[in-house]
């Protein structure tokens, strides 16, 4: 039973996923600190974010969708600042195809309901 974001199992992985960005960027060298290291943390919260307000967005069909679509262009933003991480020897390579994983994980999921939204949505009484 789902009552609330938290109970989704697609934010339970973009939450952890994020966590897990947070931990290893603390490792991310001090000159990256407002740039790599920011962008990456920010955008992988965000998925976590734009899940829980298209959670609370279900009334409407189109804002719901539009949450969805943030989640999943974060996500996928998040991928590529993966990618350079690796670049810039950040981050070990398995730890990166690890996380890419785990978000094409996420994003699979996030386009599977972007893709049959009306089972999500909240039904008018």
């Not at 390579?93 to 599977?112: F, K, M």
């Amino acid at each position: 039973m789902i009552n609330n974001h938290e109970d989704l199992q697609v934010y339970q992985m973009a939450f952890d996923a994020a966590m897990n960005i947070f931990e290893l960027s603390k490792k991310f060298p001090q000159e990256e600190k407002y740039s790599l290291t920011d962008q990456i943390r920010r955008s992988s919260r965000s998925v976590c974010a734009n899940l829980a307000e298209a959670w609370r967005r279900r009334r409407y069909k189109g804002s719901f969708l539009a949450r969805l679509n943030d989640a999943e262009a974060e996500a996928a933003e998040t991928q590529v600042w993966l990618k350079f991480a690796v670049k810039c020897n950040y981050l070990e390579l398995h730890q990166a195809r690890e996380l890419y994983s785990r978000y094409n994980q996420i994003l699979g999921i996030i386009v599977n309901i972007t893709n049959y939204p009306d089972k999500w949505l909240l039904r008018n009484s």
